[in-house]
């Protein structure tokens, strides 16, 4: 977080606080309306994180775990997932998300021997436990997508997985219609579909067009400048078409990306790729060909800060440029919530003078994610006993449950993040919430596997079908290194009070007892005893009208402690001058900065005394938490008073106080340099926060429910997302 520096913070001089009394006096203005919250990438967060404690604790019932397909937001959560499931769960997928699986957990020491891992293809059925799965071929974005049917004595579940029907998939791998359609004459009691795009009317576009479109438009390049044509690194059929296209119009092919030449390399392995990686260029050598020989594919279409796109847009990638006689395909769509800085980024690549193809009608995209009329063709082929809309915002899961009853479909559930659904035969003497397909239908991880029932007659079996539980999931958040917890843990809400209302922070000198006598020899006091206070204070990130606010600020916290009682612990003039400087912020331009307030005895013997008379500090102040805190006596070589309690906000070093403080008066006497503090780590044990958390801390650390999602982190990330 960086804030801009403000002036040098004013600082009166001791003794002279209390001279504002108004108490009460001012008015409030009211708040403005909250502005939007920063994104969780600019408050320095990298990752949303899953709540795994429910799967810790049902980890004796889970049989497997089922990956659909390579994308990001379906396998991105397995080092996290892994941890909390038994060792031995297994892990299936097809080849080529197989591969990615792989990448990640050897990246995060997951693979082991790798026998947990098993590699499955369409059409062989497999036992599960109790279940039999059938994996499905369904087309979308990314090669190998796979939907599948669990069998048991009591029904049949059908998850699609990410799907639209590509009648035309450039791998030639067509959406399996027969294998739904003979589903559907065994009967399907309970059916999990896409919703993605349940508000997009129509179908969705055959990649094949997409194809069509960019070898259109890279053959109308002929002899220019050179062609950057940006995507979803994943899409590696439509790296494919890119390919043909440069291959017709005799241009070389250059990635520049590592993701694109991951994604690649996985689909080669297992022999998925539409052509040898061999056959790029290097960013190297690409530099001595002639633009009109080169088609560079890159990503940033989300315009990720250090993606090559943006880099080149702002003339700051060492190997990509742009010109005039060059032609941008954007070849994406904008997930929302980039627009911004998406446009921002097409702007800077407009004003360089390359040319740019991104308009709907171009063509150039097609999403991954079924529209209306494939919804529904699905559901008609399909007619579940039971419809459970899945993936897709809450409106969207209402409004596909609306599609499925339209299409004929009686039963149809949409469940929140954390609900559990059960769903059990009717007049199979089994309740629902104990033996319920999803809940407790199998025996568990051990017990013997039961033969697998002929399936029950198409529609002609009723089911009971409930929400049976919810849990209560946390929200965890990592910085891209080692800091991973809840959003409390991480600081979120005082992340975003620093970044839209600032941060003060002030050092207040304490002195008891009476006034110094005045003329020297007489040590008579001068009145009755009273607390005086030195505050310096600094800004960051704020509006200081030219140094007046910051003289309201101090005017105010040595006014709030002149009214505390002359044995006043420290704790509580932090916390009165805490409360004086909110207020004043408040009153002053309606802003709530996160306020750090530090209070030391100006003379430590008088404060030593006092500790001693009450048998230690009571401590509080207006953050909690404790910690050493370094200085103290000034004066001499002794060891520092006794510890005390202090704010758990992160203090700035004496040397950013001095920086702001600016003090020309009732500095200490001697001369010394202030204290200075150790910074202290986020957690209260001083131990190291796990790279990953564990679940059985996840368990412990379970509160509020809060489901959100952000994909923009995963972009801001830098990795794929799969709303192509
Ligand atoms: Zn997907």
């Known amino acids: 977080m960086q804030g801009s520096c403000s002036p040098s913070a004013r600082t009166r001089g001791q003794g002279e606080g209390g001279v504002f009394g108004g108490r009460g006096a001012v008015r409030r203005p009211p708040l403005p309306p909250p502005s939007p919250p920063p994104s969780f990438a600019d408050l320095g967060m990298q990752k949303i994180l899953p709540d795994t404690s429910f799967l810790a604790q049902w980890r004796d019932r889970i049989e497997a775990v089922f990956i659909t397909h390579g994308h990001e937001d379906h396998i991105g959560a397995l080092p996290w997932v892994l941890p909390a499931l038994d060792p031995a769960t297994p892990v299936y997928a097809g080849a080529f998300p197989m591969q990615l699986v792989r990448r990640r957990a050897l990246e995060y020491n997951m693979w082991g021997d790798g026998r947990r891992f098993i590699t499955v293809a369409v059409g062989e059925r497999f036992a599960l436990g109790p279940f039999e799965c059938e994996p499905l071929r369904v087309t979308h974005s990314i090669p190998d997508c796979m939907g599948f049917a669990l069998r048991c004595e009591h029904g049949t579940i059908v998850h699609t997985g990410d799907w639209k029907i590509d009648e035309h998939p450039l791998d030639g791998q067509t959406f399996d219609r027969a294998g739904f359609e003979a589903l559907a004459a065994e009967g399907v009691s309970l059916f999990m579909s896409d919703s993605t795009n349940v508000l997009s009317p129509g179908r969705t576009v055959s990649e094949a067009s997409v194809e069509r479109r960019l070898a259109e438009r890279v053959l109308g390049h002929a002899g220019k400048g050179r062609i950057v044509a940006t995507q979803f690194a994943s899409n590696v059929h439509r790296l494919g078409a890119l390919k043909r296209a440069a291959d017709a119009a005799g ?203 002929p399936p029950p007659a198409g529609g002609g079996r009723a089911y009971d079908v409930r929400v049976i539980g919810e849990a209560d999931l946390t929200t965890f958040y990592n910085d891209g290194h080692r800091g991973t917890g809840t959003a409390a843990e991480m600081a979120l809400d005082e992340r975003t009070r620093l970044a839209t209302d600032g941060v003060i922070v002030a050092a207040v000198d304490v002195a008891r007892g009476p006034p110094p006598a005045r003329g020297g020899g007489d040590a008579r006091p001068a009145g009755p005893p009273r607390l005086r206070a030195r505050v310096r204070l600094t800004t960051r990130a704020m509006w200081v009208d030219s140094g007046r606010f910051l003289e309201r600020l101090v005017t105010v916290a040595e006014s709030a402690v002149g009214r505390l009682p002359p044995d006043a612990a420290l704790a509580a003039v932090e916390r009165v001058v805490g409360d004086a400087l909110r207020r004043e912020a408040r009153s002053y331009n309606a802003k709530r900065p996160e306020v750090v307030v530090i209070a030391h005895e100006f003379d430590p013997r008088a404060g030593a005394a006092l500790r001693s008379r009450r048998g230690g500090d009571g401590g509080g102040g207006d953050g909690g938490g404790r910690s050493d805190r370094g200085g103290g006596d000034r004066r001499s070589d002794r060891p520092p008073p006794a510890r005390r309690a202090r704010p758990a906000t992160a203090t700035p070093t004496a040397g950013d106080m001095s920086d702001g403080g600016g003090s020309t008066d009732g500095a200490p006497s001697d001369g010394d340099a202030p204290p200075r503090r150790r910074s202290r780590p986020r957690r209260a044990d001083g131990a ?30 830098g990795v794929d997302v799969s709303f192509g």
């Open 251 to 453: 241009r070389r092919v250059c990635f520049m990306g590592m993701s694109l030449h991951a994604y690649l390399a996985a689909a080669h392995r297992v022999g998925l790729a539409p052509f040898d990686p061999a056959e790029l260029v290097s960013a190297a050598d690409a530099e001595s060909l002639d633009p009109s020989q080169l088609l560079v594919v890159t990503t940033g279409s989300q315009a990720e800060p250090r993606a090559a796109l943006a880099l080149a847009a702002h003339g700051a990638s060492p190997t990509l440029k742009l010109g005039a006689d060059d032609l941008v395909l954007y070849s994406a769509k904008v997930i929302p919530g980039n627009e911004t800085r998406v446009t921002e980024m097409m702007n800077a690549v407009a004003a360089r003078g390359a040319t740019i193809a991104m308009k709907r009608d171009e063509g150039l995209h097609s999403s991954g994610h079924a529209c209306r009329d494939e919804l529904e063709e699905v559901l008609r082929l399909v007619k579940p006993h039971h419809f459970l809309p899945v993936h897709g915002e809450y409106s969207f899961l209402c409004e596909h449950a609306n599609l499925a009853r339209s299409t004929g479909v009686r039963n149809t559930s949409v469940i929140r993040n954390g609900q559990m659904l059960g769903l059990s035969p009717t007049g199979t003497g089994a309740s629902t919430a104990g033996s319920s397909l999803l809940g407790g239908a199998h025996g568990g991880r051990g017990a013997a596997p039961r033969p697998i029932g």
């Open 688 to 717: 190291a926060p796990p790279a990953v958390p564990a679940p059985d801390a996840l368990l412990r650390r379970r509160k509020a429910a809060n489901p959100r999602e952000d994909p923009d982190a995963a972009a801001a990330a």
